[in-house]
């Protein structure tokens, strides 16, 4: 046995059989890791979200790190009642787990009054000198054996933490679908490629929005949508207005539920930046609704980038691929409007989904077409323009790109876009390096230091493709 893990075990912050979880049936959803208010990883701190009844309970969060192998108690967890049309009113807690050593095991537990009713570990964030593993991939809930074998693939991948590109849970981002589609399947207690695992207990994980998560506003069909504004705990550090935010539509009681419950997040929680390890993330929202030539949104993403000066990587992620060689959403382009930006910010790798595929682009450099009082043209939802592409880099021998790199990685479960185009790249876009659409699949990147390895793997474990990007 390795040391390390001897040195866990006594301290009690590992078992051999894996997490536990007690007296389940007290949850509306088990307890899962988020980013909370803590964008710099240098603070230590993850967030522990769990929901519950509507009614008043003495709850509380422990937890230990070595080298200290005592319970230290959270402060007293938070809670927003969500109530709204359709679903029984329930309470969404948040407890802060503070102070949490660099990339160090830890061990929690959840008690209602006197009794522990979960118990997990988890791995808190990397610093900036350690090496880490995180997995993109989207378009995820839709209730299919491919999405229940993708979790259970995440799950063997063991990542630090995982980066969901958008269409979290299908098809309207409603409370009662992720209760069906999402908790059971991410944060089973059990795990095999037909149920899935529990990998929201013991991983961090992170979400861009995508159009079936926050695309509709409309609270007259669908009262219980835009559960993405109460149930993800992430930074607030985007900008608080801007062309971001369509209308909500239906009676002024189901708009004054859905903004009592979601707080502050309502609007701004779609665009937010953060770091882990030595690498800065940009999360955009990427609906067509959003205007990117708008100068305040721009703004917001060029300072980001800049104060990001430190960062060895600096990676982006959306839901809508600018890039996309796919018969599907293929006229969906409104994010080639930001890749000035993206180019200009010295960005390395960008992470997208709606497209139910794997694709990888050369690294190319994009400069759109012009309108007769020189804004960037827009026609819709495409952006035509020219591109440059660095064909010289293959990921083996030349390891250094020139320009960005274009990931579509939305295979996560959902439907299939396009096999037939596979096996046929006369019908790929001249910017399009891989396709890979026969298979489900995700992307599982490696940092160690300067060196990035990315490889993109079936929900068997097969090796469909691998890069290595140096610097």
Same mark, same amino acid.
């Given at each position: 046995?390795?040391?390390?893990?001897?040195?866990?075990?006594?301290?009690?912050?590992?078992?051999?059989?894996?997490?536990?979880?007690?007296?389940?049936?007290?949850?509306?959803?088990?307890?899962?890791?988020?980013?909370?208010?803590?964008?710099?990883?240098?603070?230590?701190?993850?967030?522990?979200?769990?929901?519950?009844?509507?009614?008043?309970?003495?709850?509380?969060?422990?937890?230990?790190?070595?080298?200290?192998?005592?319970?230290?108690?959270?402060?007293?967890?938070?809670?927003?009642?969500?109530?709204? @049309?359709?679903?029984? %009113?329930?309470?969404? !807690?948040? &407890?802060?787990?503070r102070g949490l =050593?660099?990339? /160090?095991? +830890?061990?929690?537990?959840?008690?209602?009054?006197?009794?522990?009713?979960?118990?997990?570990?988890?791995?808190?964030?990397?610093?900036?000198?350690?090496?880490?593993?995180?997995?993109?991939?989207?378009?995820?809930?839709?209730?299919?054996?491919?999405?229940?074998?993708?979790?259970?693939?995440?799950?063997?991948?063991?990542?630090?933490?995982?980066?969901?590109?958008?269409?979290?849970?299908?098809?309207?981002?409603?409370?009662?679908?992720?209760?069906?589609?999402?908790?059971?399947?991410?944060?089973?207690?059990?795990?095999?490629?037909?149920?899935?695992?529990?990998?929201?207990?013991?991983?961090?994980?992170?979400?861009?929005?995508?159009?079936?998560?926050?695309?509709?506003?409309?609270?007259?069909?669908? @009262?219980?949508?835009? %559960?993405?504004?109460? !149930?993800? &705990?992430?930074?607030?550090?985007? =900008?608080?207005? /801007?062309? +971001?935010?369509?209308?909500?539509?239906?009676?002024?009681?189901?708009?004054?539920?859905?903004?009592?419950?979601?707080?502050?997040?309502?609007p701004r929680a779609?665009?937010?930046?953060?770091?882990?390890?030595?690498?800065?993330?940009?999360?955009?929202?990427?609906?067509?609704?959003?205007?990117?030539?708008?100068p305040g949104l721009?703004?917001?993403?060029?300072?980001?980038?800049?104060?990001?000066?430190?960062?060895?990587?600096?990676?982006?992620?959306?839901?809508?691929?600018?890039?996309?060689?796919?018969?599907?959403?293929?006229?969906?382009?409104?994010?080639?409007?930001?890749?000035?930006?993206?180019?200009?910010?010295?960005?390395?790798?960008?992470?997208?989904?709606?497209?139910?595929?794997?694709?990888?682009?050369?690294?190319?450099?994009?400069?759109?077409?012009?309108?007769?009082?020189?804004?960037?043209?827009?026609? /819709?939802?495409?952006?035509?323009?020219?591109?440059?592409?660095?064909?010289?880099?293959?990921?083996?021998?030349?390891?250094?790109?020139?320009?960005?790199?274009?990931?579509?990685?939305?295979?996560?479960?959902?439907?299939?876009?396009?096999?037939?185009?596979?096996?046929?790249?006369?019908?790929?876009?001249?910017?399009?390096?891989?396709?890979?659409?026969?298979?489900?699949?995700?992307?599982?990147?490696?940092?160690?230091?300067?060196?990035?390895?990315?490889?993109?793997?079936?929900?068997?474990?097969?090796?469909?493709?691998?890069?290595?990007?140096?610097?």
């Open positions: 046995m390795r040391p390390c893990l001897r040195m866990f075990l006594a301290l009690g912050l590992l078992s051999l059989a894996g997490s536990a979880s007690f007296a389940a049936d007290v949850f509306l959803a088990r307890p899962y890791l988020q980013l909370g208010d803590a964008p710099a990883s240098t603070s230590g701190d993850l967030a522990l979200l769990w929901h519950a009844d509507d009614a008043d309970a003495n709850w509380a969060v422990d937890y230990k790190s070595a080298p200290d192998p005592s319970w230290k108690t959270a402060e007293s967890p938070s809670s927003v009642r969500v109530a709204v @049309p359709g679903v029984a %009113a329930h309470r969404v !807690y948040r &407890a802060a787990l =050593p660099p990339g /160090g095991k +830890f061990a929690y537990r959840v008690r209602k009054g006197a009794e522990v009713v979960f118990s997990a570990e988890g791995t808190a964030r990397k610093s900036a000198d350690q090496p880490y593993r995180f997995v993109a991939v989207g378009d995820l809930a839709q209730g299919t054996p491919g999405q229940r074998a993708i979790a259970h693939r995440m799950v063997l991948e063991r990542p630090d933490f995982v980066m969901i590109t958008g269409d979290i849970v299908y098809g309207r981002g409603r409370i009662t679908e992720y209760r069906e589609r999402f908790w059971p399947v991410y944060n089973a207690d059990d795990q095999s490629p037909s149920v899935g695992g529990p990998l929201l207990r013991s991983t961090l994980t992170v979400a861009a929005p995508g159009n079936h998560d926050v695309g509709s506003r409309n609270l007259w069909l669908y @009262p219980d949508g835009l %559960a993405f504004y109460y !149930y993800w &705990a992430q930074p607030l550090n985007g =900008p608080a207005e /801007g062309p +971001f935010t369509p209308p909500l539509t239906g009676p002024d009681e189901n708009r004054k539920a859905f903004l009592d419950a979601a707080g502050p997040a309502y779609v665009n937010f930046s953060f770091d882990y390890g030595n690498a800065h993330w940009t999360v955009l929202d990427a609906n067509g609704y959003v205007d990117w030539r708008d721009r703004g917001w993403v060029e300072r980001d980038l800049a104060a990001a000066k430190a960062a060895t990587w600096r990676f982006v992620a959306f839901h809508h691929p600018g890039f996309n060689s796919s018969k599907a959403h293929f006229e969906e382009q409104q994010m080639r409007l930001i890749a000035d930006v993206l180019e200009a910010g010295r960005v390395d790798v960008v992470f997208s989904g709606h497209v139910h595929n794997y694709q990888r682009s050369f690294p190319l450099s994009f400069v759109a077409g012009r309108e007769a009082d020189g804004r960037m043209a827009r026609t /819709g939802n495409l952006v035509a323009g020219r591109w440059t592409l660095d064909k010289t880099f293959d990921g083996r021998s030349n390891t250094r790109p020139r320009g960005v790199i274009y990931l579509v990685t939305g295979a996560g479960g959902a439907g299939l876009y396009n096999p037939e185009q596979q096996d046929r790249p006369e019908t790929w876009q001249p910017f399009t390096d891989k396709f890979i659409a026969k298979v489900h699949s995700i992307t599982v990147a490696d940092v160690d230091g300067k060196t990035l390895t990315v490889r993109q793997v079936s929900a068997d474990g097969v090796e469909l493709d691998r890069f290595v990007v140096a610097k």
